[in-house]
């Protein structure tokens, strides 16, 4: 085996003349470069992450590599980043930065970046927002929640949050202690507000409420706190398309005045915070307060102004009635006339001659059935103790009897019988 004709040299020396050669070759410093992040992290002031080109038709990585900002330059890039996009650096974004090639013996090539364009970043993310708001419209399903009117009374509230969280909390709390006393019935339904799994848990739980529905008059979301960067999870074409099609109004307050998602382009209504959203149910419930009691004060008025109308009608018929009465009656006794007062009296009396002669003929129907005539006829009335005997086998032996005629009568005792015995 031939020996090499000079000496080797380490792997360090050619790290060091590879990095060198770098840093020294034109074009990989200070260059500006559009990638998205992934795998971003923190540590020590540090912020790491890789750095990945996707084919835009497959969605295949075609290009990665290591960056990092080092920590006196991403305090400064951060807040800068946030201040013009209202969102923190995170993994899935897309970045314009200023980079540099760099080359270290241990950890091999990275960028080192130095700057970030937040515009567009800012762009890219309205961009995507467009995207699912259009698809949304071409569906035909971008307004439909916005379009639902408010139930007249808006108190039973499906609320979907996190569990524990403060931002619940303090809803709740805002909205049972309002100063009108307005009752409200409120039902938590539990979400994942932040993460991957913000999306399909905000839809089970509209499913949740769904299965429900004519129990509810509305669905509040609402998140309070946590990082600002977690609100890009609700700029998801799933998240939207369910909440736009849902059939009760829903009011979303999961950000700040500057924070916007897809989500408050398609809900009946937009507030800032959960409190906001407490603020937003309580009018709707004092305005339809104000409304029943507009009603109540109109109804009294016109029942006012009726029993007015009717006692001052009641007091006029109560002052004229009298005149009224005797004037019909003389009307009428005028009418009548005295023609008709000597008809109406020999009427009269013939009812009284008829009655009379009906009274005669029951009165000798009466005396010609009487005792008295029946005895004129050849009969007479045998008594016993004084009552008429109708058989002889009720008076005893010596018992004395009376006998009437139709002239006198006789007592005598004597024994008798039916069969004459």
């Not at 080092?70 to 996009?85: S, V």
């Not at 029993?307 to 006029?316: D, E, G, N, P, S």
């Not at 018929?317 to 006339?337: D, I, K, T």
């Not at 009969?379 to 005997?389: F, L, N």
Request: net charge neutral; aromatic share 6%; with cysteine.
């Amino acid at each position: 085996m031939n020996k090499p004709a000079h000496s080797a040299i380490t792997l360090a020396q050619l790290s060091q003349r590879l990095s060198r050669a770098i840093m020294s070759m034109p074009g990989l410093t200070d260059v500006w470069i559009t990638a998205e992040t992934s795998d971003l992290r923190s540590s020590g002031g540090h912020c790491y992450m890789e750095l990945i080109q996707k084919n835009p038709v497959s969605g295949m990585v075609e290009a990665r590599c290591r960056a990092v900002i080092w920590a006196n330059t991403f305090a400064r890039l951060g807040a800068a980043f946030y201040a013009a996009t209202g969102t923190r650096l995170r993994s899935d974004m897309k970045i314009m930065a200023r980079v540099s090639v760099s080359f270290h013996a241990a950890y091999g090539l990275s960028l080192v970046i130095t700057d970030i364009d937040p515009d567009y970043t800012v762009g890219d993310l309205v961009r995507k927002r467009n995207q699912i708001l259009a698809r949304l419209r071409e569906e035909g399903v971008a307004d439909l929640n916005q379009s639902l009117p408010w139930p007249s009374v808006p108190n039973r509230i499906a609320v979907i949050s996190a569990s524990g969280a403060a931002g619940y909390g303090d809803f709740v709390k805002h909205l049972h202690c309002n100063p009108a006393g307005l009752r409200f019935d409120t039902e938590l339904f539990t979400a994942s507000l932040q993460g991957e799994n913000t999306s399909p848990s905000i839809i089970a739980a509209l499913e949740s409420i769904m299965e429900r529905v004519d129990d509810f008059d509305c669905v509040v979301i609402i998140r309070g706190g946590g990082a600002v960067s977690d609100l890009a999870s609700f700029d998801d074409y799933d998240l939207a398309a369910n909440v736009a099609q849902f059939p009760l109004p829903v009011i979303v307050g999961i950000g700040h005045e500057r924070d916007v998602t897809v989500l408050d382009f398609v809900a009946n209504t937009r507030v800032k915070t959960p409190t906001a959203a407490a603020e937003f149910l309580i009018g709707r419930m004092s305005e339809a307060l104000a409304r029943v009691r507009d009603i109540g004060v109109e109804i009294m008025r016109a029942v006012t102004a009726s029993v007015a109308a009717q006692k001052h009608q009641l007091a006029y018929y109560s002052g004229n009635l009298p005149a009224l009465v005797r004037n019909v009656l003389e009307r009428n006794r005028q009418l009548v006339g005295p023609s008709v007062s000597a008809a109406v009296a020999s009427a009269v009396r013939a009812s009284l001659l008829r009655r009379r002669d009906r009274l005669d003929a029951l009165g000798e129907i009466l005396d010609a059935l009487s005792p008295e005539a029946t005895m004129r006829r050849g009969y007479s009335i045998t008594r016993y103790d004084g009552h008429a005997v109708t058989d002889g086998d009720n008076v005893p032996a010596g018992a004395i009897v009376e006998t009437t005629f139709a002239s006198g009568r006789v007592i005598y005792s004597e024994t008798i019988s039916s069969n004459g015995k």
